[in-house]
């Protein structure tokens, strides 16, 4: 069993910076990819940012309305996946879920695993 548990997030004005957490725990065997992805009121869940992992390292990948605002960073020995916002707007308001691709054990398919999802509000 695998389990998500997301920290950060709240209300914060304007301009102003939140930092979110996402930590795996449980039957990993391997993570193939981590990302965020925010849905807000009588809209579609849609990707923030994702990062991939391989051997090389992997890659990341982050919605227009975010480039240059957000980072996506991972602790690959805490199985964690941050994500930094800054000069976050009033359209960033949301519920942030972070999701990630989760082997279990060997042998088996992977699959998506799910945080519980977080508030963030950003209103002055």
């Known amino acids: 069993q695998v389990q998500l548990v997301q920290s950060g997030g709240g209300l914060v004005q304007p301009g102003g910076s939140l930092r979110l957490s996402c930590a795996a725990s449980g039957s990993i065997f391997s993570i193939y990819a981590m990302g965020w992805y925010r849905q807000a009121p009588g809209k579609q869940r849609e990707l923030v940012a994702s990062?991939?992992?391989?051997?090389?390292?992997?890659?990341?990948n982050y919605a227009d309305s975010v480039k240059g605002r957000f980072i996506i960073s991972r602790d690959n020995a805490k199985n964690t996946v941050y994500l930094q916002m800054n000069s976050l707007k009033p359209e960033d308001t949301a519920v942030y879920y972070c999701?990630?691709?989760?082997?279990?054990?060997?042998?088996?398919?992977?699959?998506?695993?799910w945080g519980q999802g977080t508030q963030v509000t950003v209103s002055s």
């Open positions: 999701n990630m691709d989760i082997r279990s054990r060997y042998l088996e398919p992977s699959r998506d695993y």
């Open positions: 990062i991939t992992i391989t051997s090389r390292g992997g890659s990341t």
